[in-house]
């Protein structure tokens, strides 16, 4: 599959790109809605091409995460001890 950027000027589509297509040739344009579906395409794209069975959204948004507090040493240094 081959990859080309493009501009919908308001009738059409204009590639960026030069192309070597005869004309004619039926292509397809994938549009995400917003920014954040640009992920969630991606993923459906995998899925579609049988590269991953299903796709799982994450169950925690990346800003509800809360770290937790641990004694010691660092859970790094303690990582790099046991590993020597």
């Known amino acids: 599959m ?6 919908y ?3 059409s589509v204009i590639l960026l790109e030069p192309v070597t297509w005869s004309p004619d040739t039926k292509v397809e344009v994938l549009i995400p809605d917003t920014p954040g579906d640009a992920e969630q395409a991606y993923w459906r794209r995998i899925v579609e091409l049988g590269l991953l069975k299903e796709f799982r959204p994450r169950p925690v948004s990346p800003g509800t995460f ?9 859970l790094s240094q303690t990582i790099l001890d046991e590993r020597r």
């Not at 081959?2 to 501009?7: A, D, I, S």
Request: proline share 11%; glycine share 22%; charged share 10%.
């Open 2 to 7: 081959l990859k080309v950027q493009g501009v």
């Open 9 to 11: 000027d308001g009738t």
């Open 66 to 74: 809360t770290p937790v507090q641990i004694g010691g040493l660092p």
